[in-house]
C-alpha cells in the first residue's frame, strides 16, 4: 500500500518531568489506560483515577506539551502502553512517552497524496483507538490501518471502501473484544447507503457488515435487519442510496454482548425526494443493537421517524447503570441532535422515558406508551410552504463533541447547543450546503436567543438538569468526567476548565490559546495521574458555523498543541498573539452583483463552505479568503484551487471547475474582503462571560 509516511525519532522535549524506559515497565491496571475514544465500550468518557481531583485541583499545572501543526486537531489522545497516542489533520499519527513527552515515532497516512476528490480532505479526523500493542486509525479515503506500537511500522491496511467512492471516514475506530468497529460518512452530500464494518484486530480480515438502509428491493430480502427495514421505505429510494451513515458513534456492552450503532441522517435530506410516500425509513436516526460476534440485528430505536432535518442518532451512547423507579437498571443514554434526552434499556432497546434537554420546537415531547415523537403541526416541509424557524437547526442540540458521565455523581454532563436554523423545502438544484438534498437552510440564521452554548449536568433518572453553565460561542468543547469529582471542558475562547462535578462550579482553568474542541482525556503512569488535551479548532464547528464564534478570533494562524497536565506541574507555553488582519486592498474593484451571488453559491455548493466557512468567514479549519492577497491574482489563484498547487498543504485540487465559476468565487471572495475591511471588530472578553454555576431546567434558553 502506497501513500504513508513513516519517520521513527528520538527527540526529547522540555518537560517539567523525566522520561522512563517503558518498555521495560509492567502493565498497569486498566484504569491507568485509555485505549479508547470513550476509554472502554461504555463510551463513558470516565476515568476511574483521583488523585487530581476537588480538594488538590488548585495545584493542577502544565506538565509538558508539544507543538503541532496547523489544521485539523479535534480528537482525544488514547493511552497504552504507558506511551499516548494522538492524531491530527488527516490521519497523522504520533507516539509520545506518556510520562514526559518524549516524541517517539510519526506516522503520516499520505491522504493529501491519493486523495481523489475534495471529500477525502474536508473533515479531519476525529479519533483513533489502541489495543494489545496496536494502534488503529482511520483514513479520510477508506483505508484502515493497524500499527505497531513500538514502531510506528503498519501491521496490516485493509478498504473499507474504494478511492472512486463519494464516501470518508473520519470518525474515531473502536476497538472491542479484538473487533475493529468503523463507519463511515458522505450522506451529507452523496447518494450512499451507510453500513458499519467489523474486523479482526489482528488480522484485518472483515468479519460482518451490517447495513443501515436496506438493499436493491428486487432481490429476496437478505437477512432479519432487511425483513425491519423495507416496509418502512416507499417509491424509487435504492437509486437515491438512503443514506443512514454511522459516522461516529458506537458502544459495546460485553455482558450483553452487544455493540450499538448510532445512525446519522438520510440522503437526500427531504423525504418527499428521497421516499415518496412517507415511511419511518429505518434505520435512518436510530440506534441499533447487533451481536457483537455475528452482526446480526438484535433490537432497535428510532429518534426521529421519517427524518428530514439532519437529525441523527449519531451522538455517543453512554451505557451504565442507573437508577430507575428505584431499582439498578442498566441502560443506553443519548442526547441526540433533536434536543431530547433518551433512556433506553440496554438490552432490549425498551423506551423508558426522554425529556427536553435544549429548545425543541419540531416536537411538543416523546409518547411514553410509543417511545414516538408527538411533533408539531407545520413542522414538515409538505405542511408549510417557504421556510420557518425549526430548533435545534440542523447543527443539533448536541453533536459529535462527546457527553461524559459519572458513576460516582449519577450526572451526564452534555455539551449543549441552543441554535436554530431556517429551513424549508427547495427543488432538487437548490444552493447552498444542503444543494441536491431538497432543502433550503440557513444554519446560522439571527434568530433571537441562538447562537449560545451550555454544559448541562443531566440526571437521567429524574430526566431533569441538576445545574447548567453558560459557555461562550455555540460550539462547545467535548468533556471528560472523572473519579476526582471534576468535569473538564474546552472552551471556544482558548480555556481548559474544570468544574465540581456535584456542583458545576468553576474550580480551575488555562488559557490555551487557542480554542479547545477535542475532549479531554486521563491517564497514568507509575501512579501519577494526568490530564491531556489537543487544542485547535478544525471541524464542522470552525467552517459552516463559524459565523457564530467569529468574536473569538478561532484564526488558522493560532498554535496548535497536546497539552498534558499534572499536579505540580510546572511548564509554561509562550506567549502569543494573532497579527492584525487587513483584507487586500483593491480601490478599482466594483463588483458584478450577478457575479458575486454566483459565486457565492459556488462558494456554497461547491463545499468551500465546509473548510473556508459561511459566508467565508474562516474559523480555524482552514486560512480566512477574506484575508489571502491570493483573491488579487486570477492566476496564482487558478494555480492553488483548481491545479491544487497547495494540495500537500491540505487544499484539494478541482480540475473540473470552470474558469466561469472559478472566477465567480474568485470575485465573491474579494467582495467578502471589502466588505470585511468596513467592518469593525467587536471580540467578545472572557471576564465578560458567565463562568458561575447556575440551577436550570431544559426549558432555558
Known amino acids: 500500500m502506497q501513500g504513508f509516511r513513516h519517520r521513527g525519532v528520538a527527540l526529547a522535549l522540555s518537560a517539567a518531568i523525566f522520561c522512563h524506559a517503558s518498555s521495560t515497565v509492567a502493565a498497569e491496571p486498566v484504569a491507568a489506560d485509555w485505549p479508547n475514544f470513550g476509554r ?111 514502531t510506528g511500522q503498519p501491521v496490516w491496511i485493509t478498504r473499507q471502501f474504494e478511492l472512486t467512492e463519494l464516501r470518508n471516514s473520519n470518525g474515531a475506530p473502536r476497538v472491542f473484544d479484538g473487533k475493529v468497529i468503523v463507519g463511515h460518512g458522505g450522506a451529507d452530500i452523496s447518494p450512499v447507503r ?51 451513515t454511522a459516522w461516529n458513534a458506537f458502544s459495546y456492552d460485553e455482558e450483553l454482548n452487544l455493540i450499538y450503532l448510532g445512525v446519522g441522517n438520510g440522503f437526500p435530506y427531504n423525504q418527499q425526494l428521497r421516499s415518496p410516500g412517507g415511511g419511518d425509513n429505518l434505520f435512518l436516526a436510530s440506534i441499533v443493537a447487533v451481536n457483537a460476534d455475528t452482526g446480526e440485528y438484535v433490537w432497535h430505536y428510532q429518534v426521529c421517524p421519517a427524518e428530514q432535518w439532519d437529525c441523527t442518532a449519531s451522538q455517543d451512547m453512554t451505557i451504565a447503570t442507573v437508577e430507575i423507579e428505584g431499582k439498578p437498571r442498566k441502560v443506553l443514554m443519548q442526547a441526540p441532535k433533536n434536543g431530547f434526552f433518551y433512556v433506553l434499556d440496554a438490552a432490549s432497546g425498551e423506551f423508558i422515558s426522554a425529556e427536553k434537554f435544549a429548545r425543541v420546537t419540531w416536537a411538543q415531547g416523546i409518547d411514553a406508551k410509543t417511545g414516538r415523537p408527538i411533533e408539531n403541526p407545520g413542522i414538515r416541509y409538505q405542511d408549510k410552504p417557504g421556510l420557518f424557524e425549526l430548533w435545534p437547526g440542523p447543527q443539533g442540540a448536541h453533536s459529535w463533541l462527546p457527553q461524559a458521565y459519572s458513576p460516582r455523581t449519577g450526572l451526564v454532563y452534555i455539551p449543549v447547543m441552543d441554535v436554530g436554523a431556517l429551513i424549508g423545502s427547495a427543488p432538487p438544484d437548490a444552493t447552498g450546503f444542503t444543494a441536491g438534498m431538497g432543502v433550503t437552510l440557513i444554519a446560522d440564521a439571527d434568530l433571537p436567543g441562538s447562537r449560545r452554548s451550555y454544559l448541562k449536568a443531566w440526571d437521567p433518572s429524574a430526566q431533569q438538569a441538576a445545574w447548567s453553565v453558560e459557555l461562550p460561542g455555540d460550539w462547545p468543547g467535548g468533556v471528560l468526567a472523572t473519579a476526582g469529582d471534576l468535569v473538564f471542558q474546552g472552551r471556544i475562547d482558548g480555556y481548559l476548565v474544570a468544574y465540581d462535578a456535584r456542583t458545576g462550579e468553576e474550580v480551575w482553568s488555562f488559557k490555551t490559546v487557542a480554542p479547545v474542541v477535542a475532549p479531554p482525556i486521563s491517564y497514568s503512569v507509575k501512579g501519577k495521574q494526568f490530564v491531556s488535551v489537543l487544542t485547535g479548532n478544525g471541524s464542522q464547528g470552525g467552517g459552516i458555523l463559524a459565523t457564530g464564534n467569529a468574536a473569538y478570533r478561532t484564526d488558522y494562524a493560532l498554535p496548535r498543541r497536546l497539552l498534558t497536565f499534572a499536579l505540580d506541574g510546572t511548564a509554561t507555553v509562550p506567549e502569543f498573539s494573532l497579527p492584525d488582519l487587513v483584507p487586500p486592498d483593491d480601490p478599482e474593484f466594483n463588483a458584478n452583483d450577478d457575479q458575486v451571488t454566483a459565486g457565492a453559491i459556488a462558494f456554497a455548493t461547491g463545499a468551500c463552505i465546509v473548510c473556508h466557512g459561511t459566508d467565508a468567514i474562516g474559523g480555524g479549519a482552514a486560512p480566512d479568503l477574506r484575508f489571502s492577497p491570493m483573491i488579487l491574482n486570477p492566476v496564482l489563484f487558478k494555480s492553488v484551487v483548481v491545479n491544487g498547487s497547495l494540495k500537500l498543504r491540505g487544499m484539494p485540487s478541482t480540475p473540473g471547475m470552470s474558469d466561469e465559476v472559478l472566477e465567480d468565487i474568485r470575485n465573491y471572495l474579494r467582495q467578502r474582503a471589502k466588505q470585511a475591511a468596513s467592518e469593525t471588530a467587536a471580540p467578545q472578553l472572557r471576564d465578560s462571560l458567565p463562568t458561575h454555576s447556575k440551577k436550570n431546567d431544559a426549558s432555558e434558553a
Open 40 to 150: 472502554d465500550g461504555s463510551e463513558q468518557h470516565y476515568s476511574p483515577l483521583n488523585e487530581i481531583n476537588v480538594s488538590n485541583i488548585g495545584k493542577l499545572g502544565l506538565a509538558w506539551y508539544y507543538d503541532l501543526e496547523s489544521g485539523f486537531t479535534v480528537s482525544p489522545p488514547v493511552k497504552g502502553d504507558d506511551k499516548l497516542f494522538t492524531t491530527t489533520g488527516h490521519s497523522h499519527i504520533r507516539a509520545f512517552d506518556a510520562a514526559c513527552g518524549k516524541l517517539l515515532w510519526e506516522f503520516d497516512a499520505g491522504v493529501r497524496e491519493i486523495a481523489q476528490s475534495p471529500l477525502h480532505m474536508s473533515w479531519g479526523n476525529k479519533g483513533i483507538a489502541w489495543w494489545n500493542g496496536r494502534v488503529f486509525l482511520t483514513t479520510t479515503d477508506g483505508r484502515v490501518i493497524a500499527l505497531d506500537d513500538n
Open 194 to 244: 451507510g453500513y458499519v464494518t467489523a474486523y479482526d484486530a489482528n488480522t484485518g480480515k472483515q468479519l460482518w457488515r451490517f447495513f443501515t438502509v436496506p438493499g436493491d428491493p428486487s432481490k429476496p430480502a437478505a437477512n432479519k435487519a432487511e425483513e425491519v427495514m423495507r416496509p418502512t421505505w416507499k417509491g424509487n429510494w435504492y437509486g437515491k442510496g438512503g443514506g443512514g
